[in-house]
């Protein structure tokens, strides 16, 4: 035992009747000094535990109650001041004229507390102890504003309490005749003067200060250490400790970054074989390290039911929200409403198991998100139900019409999916903050959703469910009252699941123990670790009040604590920690931040450890970092020290021991690794294989010739043309990229959407000129009708597609009247002889396209057709860029197929029309877009006559099994790889294409040879 405890054992031992009150610093620290004295052997009968605000609050109850007082919060207390500043602030003034907010209202409550504690009221707030005086009168106004709330609002603070409390104690101390109080002497260090002001009044005969372990210095004579962790207790004087013993109890190391640093601590463990419920881990940043040892203890350690947390661990602060599915939950939901309630983030909470979609948790949420992903709802409250009403309707309307009791079922299936989803949806919605919520609305709407949506599963859900709530009403409460604040409530909520720590435990049974530098040490277990000791986090910078700087403090009154006390208690801390400590030690720091990638130092009390565990003295932080040797990495250093099998096989690889073909030992281990070696392998060899898209077995059943279930269209054919390999993921292996749902902000319709309705529009227009007769059209006539066509489809995409922004739809709708003009007025300029017999035509059915002695059959929609005098000109329009199509050359090798395969199918329809009389006067592809103006590429019948060809050489790579990869990328001439659905599959698609080349390249490759003669234009161009 250290002497505290072993003080407290005596005291329990000569006066085991007497009623003892023990003044810990918390009631988990004290927890943890009696049970160190219980396991001693020593009993400890009518010993209290109180930390010295339940003395206050105990002694004041009464003056409280009498008073009819309600003790403050420390949010209450933040809202309060930030009502007060919301009321004071004025254009002019030092601290009023600032832009108020939390953060600030948060900082001068601190500020008048900290004064109020030292007994510091209005009146001590003098212009002559400030460095501007407008802050010393703004100051004095606000704390006497901030007391006459108090006193109106019937609300009390710690510093009021204290003073009943003191009052109380002046008058009689009665109260302590019948009781011994025992207060530990280092605790007197970090109290206010208020609170010490308190503890003097105890009547002297009934109050007994605690001795404890102090650090050492050279006046401590004829000290014998057991072991090196007793050296570390002149920490402050290094020079004047013994030499070393050498003996392993007291080490340091360094490591390659926090995550590592921890890493090292539990392989350390692992390898000394040291039970859990031995150590305790000390961290000097509960940001950083208690996030860095939960999930690393998920990753190695699994979740287990056995333990509340999943693994085996308990955190003396206890764990962020955020780790917890409510937690998560709430952020994502703040997400959701703030981004005007995008179908993405609504799907990622279902699909994580965030949401209860029902209360038996039927269906499950992966067919609550195949609904989901079905229905494209983009953003904007108003939709989802819509929609969601639509789909049922059309899967309603399909049950009604199936024959085949399968296709019933299945629909029948999806229906009662999509209606569970739908009822879902408005339940959802119903509890959603509506458009003129304020701020206790938009509280009531969080409550709700974490009550009835967010979904739990361990005791750490139901502890975060707890602990959000019990905060949401404490805040619901607290803005009730009225007044104006500067807090946005939804950023509060957002912040929320970060903020509070949930599962706050001491040591327990078979855990490992984590706790902060300042509440740490006490556990009494043999094996401490204490991580993050560089310079950057301890002691830390010591910043100082930015509202009340240390001068000015320091001016005021003696009492009121500055920067460099806080930083020189730290260390004085930290010095009492090491010199109580009675097992074994380990101090470590981290040389290397990973996530900024800036470098570390040790921080002075490593150094000065160094000195004394080395005896070296004078030596310096180089010589501090060559003594202790090579850092800590991902790889461990010694093969008991893995943690799972990744790092086995780092240590494995990175070890001493040299390992012959290191690769052959890891791939027979990941078998799936070694089939992804050979197949890379031979994608960079000069030979065709199976590894490159290339099928040799059921060839039949996927050849287009003389097959009328494989119909071709132009796009199809095309995706041939521009890569084999892309064909056969669509076609072959039928793989669907999943659908986007995620919607730009910055773009609405998109070039696909600008499409359609671009279509749409000039296929009415027209029509209706060719009823009426009266074409060709004229600009000045026919424009305000298209335009009227225009608005009318633009309202349809509006309830189709939702809108991102005003500004967006505008431009995008000026983009495309600008289109219409263009084409109207090319339009105009059409000769009268020519005029329009099809528009929007497809045919019936797939039809047959004869290549020699075999066939195809193929389908297509065609834009339009015009007779010009003895024949037809076939018309294609391209809403978008000129750039890929050339005069001279219709079918880029296979990647344009319209000027192919429409005037075929142009004939056919005809002829279903019973118009006789074909003959061909050419093809042309028109483009009304903002970048071509109205320009327009044609060709002539003979431009086309290879067009049967290229049709051929694309179905026979089909047919040959030869799905080779493009062997263009982002090249000058052509682009294969700009817009492709699968590019993830290929990762690497520029080493892919050149790959490629040299396969194409190769004619041992027979299979290649239709690909090879469709690019041979190509190469001769290059």
């Given at each position: 035992m250290n002497r505290l405890c072993r003080n407290i054992a005596e005291i329990c031992r000569e006066?085991?009747?007497?009623?003892?009150?023990?003044?810990?610093?918390?009631?988990?620290?004290?927890?943890?000094?009696?049970?160190?004295?219980?396991?001693?052997?020593?009993?400890?009968?009518?010993?209290?535990?109180?930390?010295?605000?339940?003395?206050?609050?105990?002694?004041?109850?009464?003056?409280?109650?009498?008073?009819?007082?309600?003790?403050?919060?420390?949010?209450?207390?933040?809202?309060?001041?930030?009502?007060?500043?919301?009321?004071?602030?004025?254009?002019?003034?030092?601290?009023?004229?600032?832009?108020?907010?939390p953060e600030l209202s948060r900082m001068i409550f601190r500020s008048i507390s900290d004064l109020r504690l030292a007994g510091v009221g209005p009146g001590g707030i003098q212009k002559k102890k400030f460095e501007v005086s407008e802050k010393a009168d703004e100051l004095a106004l606000l704390m006497r504003e901030y007391l006459g709330e108090l006193e109106g609002a019937n609300l009390i603070d710690y510093a009021g309490a204290l003073a009943i409390a003191a009052g109380k104690l002046k008058k009689s101390g009665k109260m302590f005749d019948d009781v011994r109080v025992l207060i530990p002497s280092e605790i007197m260090s970090g109290i206010r003067a208020l609170e010490k002001?308190?503890?003097?009044?105890?009547?002297?005969?009934?109050?007994?200060?605690?001795?404890?372990?102090?650090?050492?210095?050279?006046?401590?004579?004829?000290?014998?250490?057991?072991?090196?962790?007793?050296?570390?207790?002149?920490?402050?004087?290094?020079?004047a400790a013994p030499k070393p013993l050498g003996d392993g109890t007291a080490r340091i190391f360094h490591a390659v970054g926090e995550v590592n640093e921890v890493r090292e601590v539990l392989r350390r463990i692992l390898e000394n074989g040291h039970s859990l419920d031995d150590v305790e881990i000390i961290h000097t940043d509960v940001e950083t390290y208690v996030p860095i040892i939960y999930e690393t203890l998920h990753r190695v350690a699994g979740g287990s039911g056995r333990y509340d947390l999943g693994v085996p661990v308990t955190f003396s602060e206890g764990i962020p929200c955020r780790y917890s599915r409510p937690g998560r939950a709430l952020a994502a939901w703040i997400r959701w409403i703030a981004g005007d309630y995008p179908q993405t983030v609504l799907l990622r909470m279902i699909r994580e198991g965030l949401l209860n979609v029902t209360e038996d948790e039927k269906p499950l949420f992966s067919r609550v998100v195949a609904v989901l992903r079905c229905v494209f709802i983009g953003f904007g409250r108003d939709r989802y139900e819509k929609k969601l009403q639509e789909h049922v309707n059309e899967l309603k309307k399909k049950l009604k019409n199936a024959e085949d009791d399968e296709k019933k079922k299945s629909i029948r299936a999806k229906l009662d999916s999509a209606s569970d989803v739908l009822d879902f949806v408005r339940k959802f919605m119903d509890s959603l903050p509506g458009k003129n919520a304020d701020q206790v609305d938009m509280l009531d709407c969080a409550k709700t959703f974490i009550e009835k949506f967010a979904r739990t599963k361990n005791r750490l859900d139901e502890y975060a469910k707890r602990i959000m709530l019990e905060e949401i009403e404490?805040?619901?409460?607290?803005?009730?009252?009225?007044?104006?604040?500067?807090?946005?409530?939804?950023?509060?909520?957002?912040?929320?699941?970060?903020?509070?720590?949930?599962?706050?435990?001491?040591?327990?049974?078979?855990?490992?123990?984590?706790?902060?530098?300042?509440?740490?040490?006490?556990?009494?277990?043999?094996?401490?670790?204490?991580?993050?000791?560089?310079?950057?986090?301890?002691?830390?910078?010591?910043?100082?009040?930015?509202?009340?700087?240390?001068?000015?403090?320091?001016?005021?009154?003696?009492?009121?604590?500055?920067?460099?006390?806080?930083?020189?208690?730290?260390?004085?801390?930290?010095?009492?920690?090491?010199?109580?400590?009675?097992?074994?030690?380990?101090?470590?720091?981290?040389?290397?931040?990973?996530?900024?990638?800036?470098?570390?130092?040790?921080?002075?009390?490593?150094?000065?450890?160094?000195?004394?565990?080395?005896?070296?003295?004078?030596?310096?932080?180089?010589?501090?970092?060559?003594?202790?040797?090579?850092?800590?990495?991902?790889?461990?250093?010694?093969?008991?020290?893995?943690?799972?099998?990744?790092?086995?096989?780092?240590?494995?690889?990175?070890?001493?021991?040299?390992?012959?073909?290191?690769?052959?030992?890891?791939?027979?281990r990941f078998p799936n690794l070694a089939q992804g070696g050979k197949a890379q392998k031979a994608r960079e060899s000069r030979e065709f294989t199976e590894y490159d898209g290339r099928i040799d077995e059921g060839l039949d059943e996927i050849s287009p010739f003389n097959n009328r279930e494989i119909p071709m269209s132009p796009s199809r054919l095309e995706m041939v043309g521009r890569c084999p390999l892309s064909y056969f993921f669509r076609h072959v292996l039928r793989i669907e990229p999943p659908g986007d749902l995620e919607v730009d902000r910055e773009e609405w319709l998109g070039p696909l959407g600008k499409g359609e309705v671009l279509h749409t529009a000039f296929y009415r227009l027209m029509n209706e000129l060719r009823k009426k007769k009266k074409l060709p059209a004229r600009f000045d006539r026919d424009f305000g009708r298209l335009n009227e066509i225009l608005d009318e489809e633009i309202e349809n995409k509006k309830q189709e597609i939702p809108s991102p922004g005003e500004a967006v739809v505008r431009s995008e709708c000026m983009d495309l009247k600008l289109i219409g003009r263009i084409f109207l007025t090319e339009e105009a300029k059409r000769p009268k002889e020519c005029v329009p017999v099809l528009l929007e035509a497809s045919t019936s059915a797939a039809q047959p396209f004869s290549l020699g002695d075999r066939e195809i059959w193929i389908r297509g929609r065609i834009d339009r057709v015009d007779r010009t005098g003895d024949g037809y000109f076939v018309w294609d329009y391209k809403t978008g860029s000129d750039s890929k199509y050339k005069e001279g050359d219709p079918f880029r090798c296979g990647r344009v197929l319209q000027p192919a395969l429409y005037p075929e199918i142009a004939r056919l329809h005809l002829a279903e029309m019973g118009n006789e009389g074909?003959?061909?006067?050419?093809?042309?592809?028109?483009?009304?877009?903002?970048?071509?103006?109205?320009?327009?590429?044609?060709?002539?019948p003979e431009d086309l006559s290879g067009g049967k060809k290229v049709v051929e050489l694309l179905c026979e790579i089909i047919a040959q099994g030869a799905f080779i990869a493009s062997d263009y990328y982002e090249n000058d001439i052509y682009n294969d790889c700009g817009y492709c659905d699968y590019d993830a599959i290929c990762r690497d698609a520029a080493a892919l294409a050149e790959a490629n080349r040299k396969k194409v390249e190769n004619t041992e490759n027979e299979k290649l040879e239709a690909f090879r003669e469709l690019r041979k234009s190509e190469r001769e161009e290059e």
């Open positions: 006066l085991p009747l007497d009623e003892k009150w023990l003044i810990v610093p918390s009631y988990r620290i004290g927890y943890q000094w009696l049970e160190i004295i219980t396991r001693s052997g020593c009993p400890v009968v009518n010993l209290r535990m109180k930390t010295l605000r339940r003395v206050v609050l105990d002694l004041a109850s009464s003056g409280i109650a009498e008073k009819n007082l309600r003790f403050l919060s420390g949010l209450e207390g933040e809202i309060l001041i930030d009502r007060i500043f919301c009321r004071l602030k004025s254009d002019s003034g030092y601290m009023l004229s600032l832009d108020g907010g002001e308190l503890i003097e009044n105890i009547p002297g005969g009934k109050k007994e200060f605690l001795d404890y372990d102090e650090p050492l210095d050279k006046k401590s004579k004829g000290f014998k250490p057991e072991n090196d962790t007793a050296l570390l207790s002149f920490l402050p004087s290094p020079g404490d805040m619901t409460r607290i803005l009730a009252g009225g007044g104006e604040t500067s807090i946005d409530i939804r950023e509060w909520l957002s912040d929320l699941p970060g903020e509070l720590m949930v599962h706050a435990r001491g040591p327990e049974q078979g855990c490992l123990y984590v706790s902060g530098i300042r509440n740490g040490g006490h556990s009494g277990r043999k094996h401490l670790f204490v991580v993050g000791l560089d310079d950057m986090r301890f002691p830390g910078a010591g910043l100082q009040d930015p509202l009340v700087l240390d001068s000015e403090r320091e001016k005021l009154s003696k009492n009121l604590s500055r920067a460099a006390d806080s930083r020189g208690r730290k260390i004085a801390d930290f010095y009492r920690l090491l010199a109580r400590r009675r097992g074994n030690i380990t101090l470590s720091f981290s040389l290397r931040d990973l996530v900024d990638e800036r470098e570390l130092f040790p921080g002075q009390v490593l150094i000065s450890a160094y000195r004394i565990l080395s005896g070296e003295r004078e030596g310096d932080q180089s010589a501090f970092l060559k003594w202790l040797g090579r850092p800590c990495s991902f790889a461990p250093e010694r093969e008991a020290c893995a943690l799972d099998e990744s790092e086995w096989w780092l240590w494995k690889l990175c070890g001493p021991d040299h390992v012959k073909n290191p690769a052959r030992a890891v791939l027979a074909w003959h061909l006067e050419g093809f042309g592809f028109f483009f009304p877009g903002t970048r071509a103006r109205g320009r327009s590429v044609e060709y002539k």
